[in-house]
């Protein structure tokens, strides 16, 4: 599986130019085909879900075309596809796959709608019931209440009145209320139990009337599309920013100190998303609004939890609770069923990757409660759910995280993590690679002293996995069972010594028969998988000096600074000679020399990170130097690149 690491980050701060919002890119591209005339729509969302809209109208005979930027024109139909008969794959994107159900239930025409396996797990049913009130024929191509669905041509009932039930799904009422304008007659919906996730109602009425249908409305309960109404384009549109997006940059601000702007989206959205301001503002976040900003910072006495109602924000709601994390006190987000019927049922998915960072969490029918904890690194699984791999990445305020198949933001939010990157800083590293004996753990170790970063030293590592193995039996060449062997290592860094299964290890992995087995091991490409993450982990607040061989080309690849610590095979010969004699143990110098110029072949024609030089790294040849001269030199340069 595809993976992303994430480095324990330090700081957050700078200007996001949002990405169109979701909801109102589909919904603009459904009426713009439904309306007469031709609409050039602006800075559309380019995502997964606008490309499944996209591609429907297209199958549909609406003609399509892409302009310079984000902009399209689209050829309105005037209420009639072109296409009577298609077969459409809407993905996951319920803002496609519901209100086509409907406009498509009421034009007539043929038409198989399916979506990924998830789709057909996400309920439909209120809004056939109500189309079938209205005469459509609908039937269930699976499970009763489930896509995939077949449309079939049918006499439409043009006015009065259909019920349709609003406590699943807002996009069921929101589906009927874009379609009913092709019936022609006055239609009035009846909403049937509490409705949910209001404000994205709201957003359906503003762009109906900006495509010239007015509904009446009488508070949340009943809404009439009058007789007559049909869509006419109005020319231009142009597409807010995501406030939903806007959700994860704004929560930056408020936890890794700001402030994080966001442009595209602000105080005269129509977006309910918006909202999620005041709950940030609620938690102590200082917030900033214009018409079309908003900015957020930390408080300078941290953020503290809430107990919210988050029925209308349902989806900035999650990212409360990673927020959550981050604030002082247990926080309670009620009101969230809709959650466990969306991309996956985020209740569930929420708590269980929660816990997995050490979180204490509880969870209800409709609700979640999150009280924060020391967090440890782990795998974040994200389900498919692109709100998942967003809301986690938060979380490497907390601690270095691996966040599994990190493409899924691709359903709304493509560079995601690019934008990310781009207003978030880590916690530095100092990557020191070189060969055996070149003296980078004495200088490492001493650099982070002085630094008053974490240590990594990562030889150890390979070198604790080939006792491991010894002790296990297991013979160094076996990859898979020594990268099992690697990827459960119990080990304990502790100021100067290690422990591994809990006991002392002392001068055990020093030996030389142990630097040839790590030597081995560091070979197998399934050994340097397993130990990737745990490596990246060490990088904690405020920073981390590392050495070992492919520190600054494949664990730390975005480094600071790497340097590329040497010296002649003779000096590092000799240096290893007299460490030995002065332990106490018998060594023979030209055996040594051998032994080092082997190894340097071995390291540096593996095909898995071989030893070398990386282009960004400072080379320091030490063959002249006292340890104090490459200790300086690494200092001077640390000095200027962490500045
Ligand atoms: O109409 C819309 O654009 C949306 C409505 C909400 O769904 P529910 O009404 O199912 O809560 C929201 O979660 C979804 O992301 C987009
Ligand atoms: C619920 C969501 O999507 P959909 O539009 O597919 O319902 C979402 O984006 O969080």
Not at 587 to 599: G, I, S, V
Request: charge should be negative; charged fraction near 25%; aromatic fraction near 6%.
């Amino acid at each position: 599986m595809e993976f992303l690491d994430l480095s324990q980050q330090i700081s957050a701060g700078g200007t996001v130019r949002l990405p169109g919002s979701k909801s109102i890119s589909n919904r603009v591209l459904l009426l713009a085909a439904l309306a007469e005339g031709e609409t050039e729509v602006r800075d559309l969302l380019a995502s997964d879900d606008t490309e499944r809209m996209l591609d429907a109208l297209k199958t549909l005979g609406v003609g399509v075309d892409a302009l310079a930027g984000e902009s399209w024109r689209i050829k309105g139909c005037g209420g009639r596809f072109p296409v009577r008969q298609a077969e459409l794959f809407l993905g996951n994107a319920g803002t496609a796959f519901r209100p086509l159900t409907a406009a498509l239930a009421l034009a007539g025409g043929d038409y198989v709608l399916r979506g990924v396996a998830r789709m057909h797990e996400r309920p439909i049913g209120d809004l056939v019931d109500g189309l079938r009130q209205l005469g459509g024929n609908v039937t269930y191509l699976a499970n009763d209440g489930f896509p995939p669905l077949h449309l079939k041509p049918a006499t439409i009932r043009a006015g009065g009145t259909v019920q349709v039930r609003g406590d699943v799904s807002s996009q069921f009422l929101t589906g009927l209320l874009m379609a009913l304008p092709l019936t022609g007659e006055t239609a009035t919906v009846d909403v049937i139990g509490e409705l949910i996730s209001k404000p994205y109602i709201e957003i359906t009425l503003a762009i109906m009337a900006r495509f010239g249908v007015q509904v009446q409305r009488e508070g949340w309960q009943r809404f009439t599309v009058p007789a007559g109404s049909r869509y006419v384009s109005p020319g231009t549109v142009y597409v807010e920013g995501d406030a939903s997006s806007a959700s994860y940059f704004l929560a930056l601000g408020a936890i890794g100190g700001g402030p994080v702007r966001v442009e595209g989206v602000g105080r005269d959205s129509i977006q309910g998303d918006v909202r999620f301001a005041e709950a940030l503002a609620q938690m102590g976040a200082e917030i900033e609004m214009g018409p079309n900003w908003m900015a957020a910072r930390a408080p300078k006495s941290g953020l503290v939890a809430v107990d919210l109602d988050c029925n209308h924000i349902p989806d900035a709601a999650m990212t409360l609770a990673t927020t959550a994390l981050f604030a002082k006190g247990t926080t309670t987000l009620r009101n969230i069923a809709s959650w466990r019927v969306k991309e996956t049922d985020r209740i569930a998915a929420m708590a269980t990757e929660l816990r997995k960072l050490g979180a204490v969490v509880e969870e209800g029918e409709d609700f979640i409660r999150v009280t924060p904890a020391d967090l440890k690194p782990a795998a974040i699984d994200t389900y498919d759910d692109h709100r998942m791999a967003m809301c986690f990445s938060l979380v490497a305020f907390g601690t270095p995280l691996r966040i599994n198949d990190p493409k899924c933001v691709a359903k709304t939010f493509p560079d995601y993590f690019e934008r990310f990157a781009g207003v978030t800083q880590a916690a530095p590293v100092v990557a020191i690679d070189g060969p055996s004996a070149s003296g980078k753990g004495t200088v490492a170790a001493r650099v982070a002293a002085a630094l008053g970063f974490a240590y990594l030293d990562s030889g150890a590592l390979y070198r604790l996995t080939a006792l491991a193995a010894q002790r296990a039996g297991v013979d160094w060449a076996d990859e898979e069972r020594v990268a099992a062997i690697a990827a459960a290592l119990d080990v304990e860094f502790l100021e100067n010594e290690i422990r591994l299964d809990g006991q002392l290890v002392g001068d055990a992995i020093r030996t030389e028969a142990m630097s040839a087995g790590a030597s081995k091991v560091a070979a197998l490409p399934a050994v340097r998988e397993a130990l990737l993450f745990r490596q990246r982990a060490f990088n904690t607040k405020p920073g981390l000096v590392g050495d070992g061989r492919d520190m600054g080309s494949v664990i730390f690849p975005h480094a600071p600074l790497k340097v590329f610590l040497t010296a002649s095979a003779e000096v590092r010969a000799e240096r290893r000679y007299k460490q030995l004699i002065e332990k106490g143990l018998s060594a023979n110098l030209t055996d040594l020399l051998l032994d080092l110029q082997q190894r340097d072949e071995r390291d540096s024609q593996r095909s898995v990170a071989p030893l070398r030089q990386e282009r960004d790294a400072k080379l320091l040849d030490t063959t002249g130097l006292t340890i104090e001269q490459a200790v300086d030199q690494v200092l001077v340069w640390s000095r200027e690149a962490l500045k």
